[in-house]
């Protein structure tokens, strides 16, 4: 079974910039999940996908956002990036079935914003 | 939203140590679980938790929920290199997301 697989690995971004980040969950899995990861830090909640629709948000700006598609994968967009920005992004994929919670995550795109 | 608070922070052991780490929650929750992270990874799931009282093993890895259910204990019995890395706690917010603690960073010592 294919884990979850994000691209690009790394993006390097200007300040001011807009980022796109990609996730293909594992398959079946219907929920995607976005977690911020800064240098030293620990996870921080972004975005709750299922079944196309936005489940809930964490407490960032809205220039943060993003879409679940029909297949399930999903975008994280980063508009008008920040230094502060830069982090380690990563997703997460889940499947609410009797007795199988928790989430698989994929190894993270590493966004430096400069 | 829910704060989850792990101790220690960090912790160098030597090889062969037993590690113990804990997590603890503002809340009560349902679900507990424990995550792994080695350097430049996402996290892996260890061990994932849904009673009360609970104690579940893996390998050497072993959990328990606590009966209050805001805090949940992780042991490492006979640590050896590849223990080294973050484990991170987490519990549900709002029904299907999990927030996660800080973590405890563990170095192992040869």
């Known amino acids: 079974e294919a884990g979850v697989t994000q691209s690009p690995t790394h993006l390097i971004k200007t300040r001011g910039q807009q980022a796109t980040l990609r996730c293909s969950p594992i398959?079946?899995?219907?929920?995607v999940y976005w977690y911020q990861q800064a240098l030293g830090l620990g996870l921080q909640f972004l975005l709750w996908?299922?079944?196309?629709?936005?489940?809930n948000r964490g407490n960032f700006p809205p220039r943060f956002s993003g879409r679940q598609f029909p297949n399930y994968s999903s975008e994280l967009n980063v508009n008008a990036l920040e230094l502060e920005d830069s982090a380690l992004y990563l997703c997460?994929?889940?499947?609410?079935?009797?007795?199988?919670?928790?989430?698989?995550f994929g190894s993270g795109t590493r966004l430096t914003v400069v | 939203g829910q704060q989850l608070n792990q101790s220690p922070q960090s912790m160098f052991i030597q090889e062969g140590e037993d590690v113990s780490m804990n997590c603890t929650s503002s809340?009560?929750?349902?679900?507990w679980l424990w995550y792994k992270q080695d350097p430049g990874e996402g996290p892996v799931l260890l061990i994932a938790?849904?009673?009360?009282?609970e104690l579940t093993s893996n390998g050497r890895l072993t959990a328990q929920f606590g009966i209050t259910r805001k805090d949940s204990f992780l042991n490492i019995s006979a640590s050896i290199p590849s223990d080294v890395g973050i484990y991170f706690c987490?519990?549900?917010?709002?029904?299907?997301?999990?927030?996660f603690g800080p973590g405890t960073r563990l170095s192992v010592l040869p």
């Open positions: 997460a994929s889940g499947r609410w079935s009797t007795g199988n919670y928790g989430y698989t």
């Open positions: 809340s009560i929750f349902n679900t």
């Open positions: 987490a519990g549900p917010e709002y029904g299907q997301n999990f927030v």
């Open positions: 996908y299922d079944e196309g629709e936005e489940r």
């Open positions: 938790l849904y009673k009360a009282g």
């Open positions: 398959s079946g899995h219907t929920s």
